[in-house]
């Protein structure tokens, strides 16, 4: 039976060093849930807390009601599936994925049953008699993920479980990865520093930085409408342009350093002449060119053709080098050094406070 998992003012250290000072959670029963941040951001830490690999110096540690701050590891009920795969490489696949069943002194029957049914879950039953040297890196994962669901865990564990495999398999492995945990409904704790891997798989997602938890929320919302600065970066690509808000003679908007104005109905709690930080993300400008001389001006300087979009880099007014997405057309692409002017998707980009702390769109 799948559990929520629950942590409570969690705090971790190393002597004097505060990796995570006070740290509190909820995941839901059946959850995809991803920690993702950059390195040294606590992400990794906690997820040993939540095996038992690393001690827990404060706070309270839940697998539904069951309290776990002080279970041994192997008591925990839980798969783990590791960044170097750690399968055993002296035994075949069979005996990979039958090994957690054979230490639970399970009835014989039980474990081949048990056995075959995620082999052929994992696609990977007619490799059962290969040493893991004859096996690619996504198949050496799978048979990893096949052991760490054998056993049936309450709870399952991945730490940067992708990350040595190319770029092509990487894909392959999350879909694969994603549709086995929808269709067992277990609970998972996955972490990975891969903003992209981790919207394509989780549920919900808790961005982390510096040990706190910055935001949590499904890959949309944290898209769409971050909270603060660091996650608008960190979530996605984005531009970041200086402005502020005016707020006088009946217009509500943004004006920005060459004086150019746009209204916005969506502003909270801002005053006129507040300094905000606008992140404007590629897709949501509006190239003008040739058609309006409103919007920023700025003026190509590169562009990269990539099927389906064509990605421009252009220069502002003030010098600041910004990126642009539109979808890709039969007409020539635009050449270095032509003037344009930009619109934009007003309802879309994300306005915070000066010191990038809080947003200020409803």
């Given at each position: 039976m799948n559990v929520g998992i629950k942590i409570s003012h969690a705090?971790?250290?190393?002597?004097?060093n505060v990796v995570i000072p006070d740290l509190s959670l909820e995941i839901y029963p059946g959850e995809f849930f991803t920690l993702l941040g950059p390195s040294g951001c606590g992400k990794?830490?906690?997820l040993r807390m939540i095996a038992g690999f690393n001690s827990i110096e404060g706070g309270d540690f839940y697998f539904g009601d069951r309290r776990i701050n002080d279970l041994d590891p192997a008591k925990r009920n839980i798969g783990m599936v590791f960044q170097n795969y750690a399968i055993f490489p002296h035994l075949t696949v069979y005996k990979n994925v039958a090994f957690g069943l054979q230490n639970k002194h399970l009835p014989k029957e039980h474990i081949k049953r048990q056995t075959?049914?995620?082999?052929?879950?994992?696609?990977?039953?007619q490799y059962q008699d290969?040493?893991?040297?004859?096996?690619?890196?996504?198949?050496?994962q799978r048979v990893a993920l096949a052991r760490a669901l054998a056993i049936e865990p309450e709870v399952l564990?991945?730490?940067?479980?992708?990350?040595?495999?190319?770029?092509?398999?990487?894909?392959?492995?999350?879909?694969?990865?994603k549709e086995i945990q929808h269709e067992l409904g277990i609970t998972t704790v996955y972490v990975t520093h891969d903003q992209e891997e981790a919207m394509a798989v989780s549920d919900r997602i808790a961005v982390m930085n510096m040990g706190e938890i910055q935001q949590i929320g499904s890959p949309k919302a944290l898209y769409q409408r971050p909270k603060n600065l660091f996650v608008s970066t960190f979530i996605g690509r984005t531009n970041i342009l200086n402005a502020k808000i005016i707020d006088a003679a009946?217009?509500?908007?943004?004006?920005?350093?060459?004086?150019?104005?746009?209204?916005?109905?969506?502003?909270a709690d801002v005053k006129d002449g507040q300094d905000v930080v606008v992140s404007v993300r590629p897709e949501e400008f509006i190239v003008?060119?040739?058609?309006?001389?409103?919007?920023?001006?700025?003026?190509i300087a590169y562009s990269t053709f990539l099927g389906l979009n064509t990605h421009y880099f252009a220069d502002l007014a003030n010098g600041r080098r910004i990126e642009i997405i539109q979808e890709s057309t039969i007409n020539e692409i635009l050449e270095k050094g032509t003037p344009i002017h930009l619109g934009i998707k007003t309802?879309?980009?994300?306005?915070?406070?000066?010191?990038?702390?809080?947003?200020v769109v409803k």
């Open positions: 705090l971790k250290k190393y002597e004097e990794t830490t906690l075959q049914k995620f082999l052929k879950l994992m696609k990977i039953d290969r040493l893991p040297q004859r096996l690619s890196g996504g198949q050496q564990l991945m730490d940067e479980p992708l990350s040595n495999l190319d770029a092509k398999l990487r894909v392959e492995m999350r879909e694969v990865i009946g217009f509500l908007g943004l004006e920005f350093e060459d004086g150019v104005r746009f209204p916005m109905a969506n502003l003008l060119e040739g058609r309006d001389d409103s919007g920023l001006p700025a003026s309802e879309k980009i994300n306005v915070f406070t000066a010191d990038g702390l809080c947003t």
